[in-house]
């Protein structure tokens, strides 16, 4: 599995659009803003103070720099588009300073703006996926659009320039942090070893780090461990004990309470539940913590969900058939 922390590196157009599958994935943040529509499946989405259920037409959107984890029980299809702010700096230079105050956006409390916000996600990501001539400015098009719907439809507020230099050096530590533990989380971790790494106290980055991602540090490298081990248990013959010790865990008591924490099954218990999957493709999805969409493949899948989309969700635009 890669790194959990996600730097996004961005053509010359300054945004990224992309489908995945996705199971999993710890707190982690981006330097962009993030605007994603759950296409298939259900997930819950925790980041500091919040918790939301999703489910088939959702949206949620992220600020640049917010911490966000995701779950679910079965792989989930998400579209996301992730934009950096120096998209609009020649011409809407305050979108550096925006920050939109809701999360979430569902097509039963706001139908119109969820359609209008999903028929964007689904032009840019037609768009992005044939590769039509001018494909680039089609979507540069689009995503002024859909920023300008946001900013009409959406609570938002202005942060200084002091505060976003504050989140941009977070965000740097943050980035050092979580480097840190996923190279090491084989290993013994203190709190104490990182805390000497980035020269503050230990009482400092304890509050720093629940602070940032919402939950404690000891409860952060569980989680990461926790998911490794669950690749071992479905893709290798290990025991309970090699697992619980190539992960991290000084013994597989520790490691039997933080995975049934996690996932709601013991270790063993979850390996039976998968042992005998019938299809090869079964297996390959829940050992799958995201797997992005080729090409053909991301076709195909926003052609379904705009097909089929109106049987199951009469509340969505029929306007999306222009981009099928």
């Known amino acids: 599995m890669q790194s959990e922390y996600e730097i996004i590196s961005h053509n010359n157009a300054n945004f990224h659009i992309f489908l995945v599958s996705l199971l999993y994935r710890t707190p982690h943040f981006h330097r962009d803003f993030e605007v994603s529509l759950v296409m298939d499946g259900e997930l819950i989405l925790v980041s ?10 959702d949206i949620f959107v992220m600020n640049p ?3 966000h984890e995701l779950k679910a029980s079965a792989p989930a ?23 939109f ?20 996600l689904l032009g840019i990501a037609f768009a992005h996926y044939r590769q039509n001539p001018f494909h680039t400015l089609i979507c540069a098009s689009l995503i002024n659009q859909l920023f300008v719907c946001l900013l009409k439809g959406c ?12 989140s941009r050096a977070k965000a740097r530590r943050m980035r050092n942090i979580l480097q840190y533990m996923e190279t090491h989380y084989a290993e013994k971790i203190l709190l104490a070893d990182i805390a000497r790494q980035e020269c503050i106290s230990l009482y400092y980055l304890s509050h720093f780090f ?4 919402g939950i404690t540090f000891q409860e952060y490298i569980t989680k990461l461990r926790c998911e490794k081990a669950r690749q071992l248990l479905l893709l290798t013959d290990y025991s309970l004990l090699d697992i619980s010790l190539r992960c991290g865990f000084s013994d597989v008591r520790y490691f039997n309470r933080g995975f049934r924490a996690q996932y ?7 390996r039976s539940s998968y042992q005998h999957a019938r299809h090869s493709q079964q297996k390959k999805s829940m050992l799958t913590t995201q797997e992005f969409l080729s090409r053909d493949s991301g076709l195909t899948a926003l052609e379904h969900y705009v097909s089929g989309s109106f049987q199951a969700h009469p509340q969505v635009s029929p306007s999306a058939q222009m981009f099928s």
């Open 101 to 120: 105050d809701a999360a979430f956006l569902s097509p039963l409390q706001e139908p119109g703006l969820c359609r209008e916000v999903s028929d964007f």
């Open 210 to 213: 629940k602070e940032c991602f």
């Open 155 to 166: 609570k938002s507020h202005l942060v200084s320039e002091k505060e976003k230099q504050i």
């Open 77 to 99: 299809l998400i579209l996301s588009l992730q934009v950096s702010p120096a998209l609009f700096a020649s011409y809407y230079p305050r979108m550096e300073q925006t920050e």
């Open 65 to 67: 720099f917010l911490s």
């Open 264 to 270: 709601g099954y013991s270790p063993r218990e979850y």
């Open 48 to 57: 500091p103070g919040i918790s939301l259920h999703l489910r088939k037409g």
